[in-house]
């Protein structure tokens, strides 16, 4: 992610450096950014609501910039420790189709960058961020931490800063400032400063106060503050800890609720992170909130800054401070409703989960793609829920399946197989949701490169759905070992496998992007085999059935065969259109293997074109990415055949040592950088004759149908 300075200078992350209403923190900010230019690890320390979040950001997004960025990591949103490498993994935007750890992607990426990674909100996984701190700035030197959270994390040349309490004046144009916000002005009131004072200068115990001023006066707030300290210390205001002036205000604010909003407010906190107002109907409502008046008690929510207001990408969404959350959720278990409302949020994202999965072969693909990436925290709450009940291993199989193009489409391989594993690890329940998480724990393996998983879960699934007389789950097995087949050279088998699946799959009336990806992987196969027109004639019809039903992510894999076909048939103009549509559509869905695979075939195209330099610079490039999804091109002679031709040809017009300089080019180029650079140099070379001694397609098909003398077994995900 790109942002920009107001002086205009660039900057790289995810970090949001506009940081409306920050105010105050005059001696905290300069402190912090001092311990920044010292210190590798910064842990800014202190209570809930006093402001750690917010003045770290700042300080963050207020230094120089170092060279590859600034990116936050939030962390409150997750439960496992397991989960606290795969969160840092998605925050920098990595994808990674491999086997290996989190840990190692991270490693791997880091190595050699300038950058600034700030943890928030650790607290309560202190052990496992501990652990991956210290081995992260053990082995990147260029990497600085700061950690934002309750307490340290306890490390070797950990420079804290615990954050206090606004000072008077500051806590008091903090309150003037969010007064502002509900078109209330407060003049230098000293109802305003005693409150401030009685609030202990606590930013969150403010803002909660402020949000009052809509329905009481400064004089009232202070009054009704008054009463609720003596009511809980006695009158001893000298023993008032900070901590818990904070449960009084949060406490106090929670009184002055209706009903109607203590029972809101109580009933949201079984979110993870953030939501929308369609899922806080249907979760909250019931048992005395009729779902029709959800909005209107949320909106009075907002008002009294309970939960706040987001404009993502996904349209409006909502969210409650760790703080807050954890005083609704013990008014939760009070109420003895917590299982209650547990269940009506599993349910809730389980039925997304499905809405999703049939929304997937849609128009609408690129907008489920976006709002699964949103809802995340509340899918992977809502497994862990159905994993921990007694009753929930087929709802726990149901979910983890259903995500499947999540997993497979949105480069979340690592993530699904967690999930998948765990719930196919339960005791056998309901049969077609244990068949479904099988074959999608088969296909994950099968990008991954692990033949052996693979071959289990698969040999598995079509055993018991024979068994059962599963016909969905037979043709699913069997077009999932096809797929294993082809990667692993076995083309004859490969073929036979495919073409059974895809009969299967027409006997059931099975149509989705599955079985599309089905008849790409024929190509593939027919390809591989010196038939190129049936594989255009295959491709083709996907193409127009992805086009009649807005399919974009198997339709970009038809388009990379196609370009394949095209560059054979002498078409290099046609290819460079082909393979620019199908790495954006790939790029855009986050699919590093039909990224990198389009990315190696311009290449081969590029030098077609008489630019051999720029042709080594995409080769390097893709060599960069192909450590996150697996063995390079899976250890295939056939899939390598395009690339070794290529690199022979740049070699005897450039010589070995330019060559080698141009892949070292392209391999310095990130992931952006290297699509970019693809899609920059495909755009049309209008008049440039294709040179005498350009790339003779007929080579590399010769190539191509020449398997390697032991083929591999190593898997990856297809070319379809």
């Not at 497994?383 to 087929?394: H, K, N, R, S, V």
């Not at 059935?545 to 046609?574: P, Q």
Request: some cysteine; hydrophobic content about 40%.
């Amino acid at each position: 992610m790109r942002s920009h300075q107001p002086d205009g200078t660039e900057v790289h992350g995810n970090l949001p450096l506009e940081l409306d209403g920050f105010v105050g923190r005059r001696a905290e900010l300069p402190a912090l950014a001092r311990a920044l230019g010292t210190a590798r690890l910064v842990t800014v320390t202190g209570p809930g609501g006093i402001g750690k979040s917010r003045l770290a950001a700042r300080a963050a997004g207020g230094r120089r910039t170092p060279a590859d960025g600034v990116w936050r990591v939030e962390l409150a949103a997750v439960r496992d420790p397991e989960f606290v490498d795969h969160a840092v993994v998605e925050a920098l935007g990595l994808t990674d189709h491999t086997t290996r750890p989190p840990r190692e992607t991270l490693l791997a990426h880091l190595t050699g960058r300038q950058l600034l990674l700030v943890l928030d909100g650790f607290e309560h996984l202190v052990e496992a961020c501990a652990s991956l701190v210290v081995d992260l700035l053990g082995r990147v030197p260029g990497l600085a931490v700061l950690a934002v959270g309750r307490r340290p994390l306890a490390v070797a040349g950990e420079r804290v800063l615990a954050l206090g309490p606004l000072e008077e004046d500051e806590a008091v144009e903090l309150f003037a400032e969010r007064a502002g916000r509900l078109g209330v002005t407060v003049g230098d009131d000293p109802h305003v400063r005693e409150l401030c004072r009685r609030l202990d200068g606590i930013p969150l115990a403010i803002e909660l106060a402020a949000g009052r001023l809509g329905a009481l006066s400064p004089g009232q707030l202070l009054e009704r503050l008054d009463d609720r300290f003596r009511l809980l210390t006695g009158g001893g205001r000298d023993t008032l800890a900070r901590h818990r002036t904070l449960r009084t205000a949060i406490g106090w604010s929670h009184e002055l609720c209706t009903p109607e909003e203590r029972l809101l407010w109580s009933r949201l906190s079984v979110f993870a992170g953030r939501f929308d107002l369609e899922a806080a109907e249907y979760v909250c409502s019931g048992g005395g909130l009729h779902s029709d008046d959800v909005l209107d008690v949320l909106s009075a929510l907002l008002a009294q800054s309970v939960v706040a207001r987001e404009e993502t990408a996904t349209g409006v969404r909502y969210r409650m401070l760790d703080t807050v959350r954890a005083y609704g959720a013990e008014w939760l278990e009070a109420t003895g409703d917590a299982v209650r409302l547990r269940r009506r949020h599993r349910d809730w994202y389980v039925g997304l989960a499905t809405w999703c999965e049939l929304d997937w072969f849609s128009p609408r693909q690129n907008e489920v793609a976006a709002r699964i990436e949103a809802e995340l925290p509340n899918l992977r709450c809502a497994m862990e829920y159905c994993l921990t009940e007694p009753d929930g291993a087929e709802l726990a199989r149901h979910l983890a399946g259903s995500l499947w193009f999540c997993w497979v489409g949105c480069g979340r391989l690592s993530e699904g197989r967690h999930w998948l594993e765990r719930s196919v690890e339960l005791e056998p329940g309901h049969e077609d949701a244990r068949l479904k998480a099988l074959w999608v724990l088969g296909y994950v393996a099968v990008l991954q490169g692990d033949t052996v998983a693979a071959l289990s879960a698969l040999h598995e699934c079509r055993k018991e759905a024979e068994r059962s007389a599963n016909a969905t789950a037979v043709a699913y097995a069997e077009h999932r070992t096809g797929c294993l087949a082809l990667v692993s050279d076995d083309m004859p088998r490969a073929e036979r496998l495919l073409r059974s699946a895809l009969e299967r799959y027409q006997e059931i009336g099975e149509l989705n992007s599955n079985v599309l990806m089905g008849q790409v992987e024929l190509a593939m196969a027919r390809a591989f085999l010196g038939d190129l027109p049936e594989a255009v004639g295959l491709c083709e019809d996907v193409r127009r059935v992805c086009e009649d039903h807005g399919e974009r992510w198997a339709r970009s894999y038809a388009l990379y065969v196609l370009a394949y076909a095209a560059w054979s048939e002498g078409d290099t103009a046609r290819a460079r259109d082909l393979l620019t549509d199908s790495l954006t559509c790939a790029h855009a869905f986050h699919d590093l293997l039909g990224s990198v695979l389009s990315i190696e075939l311009l290449a081969l195209v590029t030098v077609s074109r008489g630019d051999p330099a720029e042709a080594a610079v995409l080769q390097g490039a893709a060599a960069s990415l192909w450590p996150s999804v697996g063995l390079p091109l899976f250890g295939s002679a056939y899939y390598n055949a395009p690339h070794e031709l290529c690199e022979a040809t740049v070699r005897e017009r450039l010589g070995d040592e330019r060559y080698e300089e141009c892949v070292r080019q392209g391999r310095a180029l990130g992931r952006e950088a290297a699509v970019a650079r693809a899609l920059g140099r495909a755009r049309p070379l209008d008049g440039l004759p294709a040179p005498r001694e350009s790339v003779r397609p007929a080579d590399v098909s010769r190539e191509m149908q020449r398997p390697a003398a032991s083929p591999t077994r190593k898997g990856g995900e297809t070319a379809g």
